[in-house]
Nanobody, 116 residues
Framework: QVQLVESGGGSVQPGGSLRLSCAAS????????MAWYRQAPGKQRELVAG???????NYADSVKGRFTISRDNAKNTVYLQMNNLKPEDTAVYYC??????????WGQGTQVTVSS
């Protein structure tokens, strides 16, 4: 069973930065596609950024140039560096792991609030 634990959320002023971490256990981390999603109140969950097993990344248009996803396979951890945060980035951020067979696992989520 794959377990994902997010950390690093919090409150920050517009223009500030946060770094989210997601630690995985119970599996061979390097075999999974990893991603960060977010869900704002009253909105659907949306993909923020993803990273393949080999490090290829993709981003939502709304975060390109501000967010960076990375992974450390030796530490079984995926990161999301978020810079120049905006109020519209406020949401619960979820870590996701998806296997080549399509099995998907989720973390419990971490709140990010951007407000002055």
């Amino acid at each position: 069973q794959v377990q994902l634990v997010e950390s690093g959320g919090g409150s920050v002023q517009p223009g500030g930065s946060l770094r989210l971490s997601c630690a995985a256990s119970g599996t061979i981390f390097s075999r999974y596609f990893m991603a960060w999603y977010r869900q704002a109140p009253g909105k659907q969950r949306e993909l923020v950024a993803g990273i393949s097993r080999l490090g290829t990344t993709n981003y939502a248009d709304s975060v390109k140039g501000r967010f960076t996803i990375s992974r450390d396979n030796a530490k079984n951890t995926v990161y999301l560096q978020m810079n120049n945060l905006k109020p519209e980035d406020t949401a619960v951020y979820y870590c996701n792991a998806t296997s080549w067979a399509g099995s998907a696992y989720w973390g419990q989520g971490t709140q990010v609030t951007v407000s002055s």
